[in-house]
């Protein structure tokens, strides 16, 4: 089975630009997150859809990320304008809830870095 | 490539030896639980779960127990390995879907 597949590996912008990152899930899973990951520090969730409905987006900065989930599958991240405080690696997790459990699937993250 | 979790608390143990990975959770409504393991450069892998209306669950080498009067999981890796070096994350389901991941322990072996 395919994993959770994630795009850029690695960015490197400076301060004011723009990034987007992309993750693919594993095939039928209908929950995707994004979550942030700064450096010595746990992953902080940012945005989790549920097929292509956000179900809980209440730590997404949206006067700067944007995330969408067209179509229930595939989804995007963006930043706009990136902020230094942005510098650090963005996961994708996907997960196939079965009767309210269900381990999250990670994919290797996008790492940002903001100059 | 960098590392995940350069100010994190550390565990060291020797080879050979068992570990004990402690987490605190925050929401005494949480009902399912999951221990994560972080190897530099890499996204969190699944190591073991457990539900609310268990004590403990035993897997391969790994046992999870929890605590839920205190609010405390714990994470056993007996014979720790070279290969069990990493950064070891809980994570709480809180809520319909929602998983809220701890700060995190490093395991470092030493030979």
């Known amino acids: 089975e395919a994993g959770v597949a994630q795009s850029p590996r690695y960015k490197i912008i400076e301060k004011r630009q723009s990034v987007a990152f992309w993750c693919n899930p594993i095939s039928g899973h209908a929950t995707l997150y994004w979550y942030q990951q700064i450096l010595g520090q746990g992953p902080k969730l940012l945005i989790q859809?549920?097929?292509?409905?956000?179900?809980?987006d209440s730590q997404l900065p949206k006067d700067r990320f944007s995330a969408e989930r067209l179509k229930g599958v595939d989804s995007t991240l963006k930043i706009q304008p990136a902020k230094l405080e942005d510098s650090a690696v963005y996961l994708c997790a996907s997960s196939l809830e079965r009767q309210g459990a269900g381990e999250l699937f990670f994919g290797e993250g996008s790492r940002l870095t903001v100059l | 490539g960098e590392s995940v979790g350069l100010h994190l608390p550390t565990l060291s143990v020797q080879e050979g030896d068992n570990s004990i990975i402690n987490c605190a959770y925050s929401n005494s409504a949480s009902d399912y639980f999951i221990w994560y393991k972080q190897e530099s450069g890499k996204g969190p892998q699944f190591i073991i779960d457990i539900r609310s209306n268990m004590d403990k669950r035993q897997g391969q080498r790994v046992t999870v127990l929890l605590n839920k009067t205190v609010k405390h999981l714990s994470l056993q890796i007996a014979a720790t390995q070279p290969g069990d070096s990493a950064v070891y994350f809980c994570?709480?389901?809180?809520?319909?879907?929602?998983?809220?991941f701890g700060t995190g322990t490093r395991l470092k072996v030493l030979a």
């Open positions: 859809f549920q097929n292509n409905g956000v179900v809980d």
């Open positions: 994570a709480e389901k809180s809520g319909t879907y929602k998983y809220i």
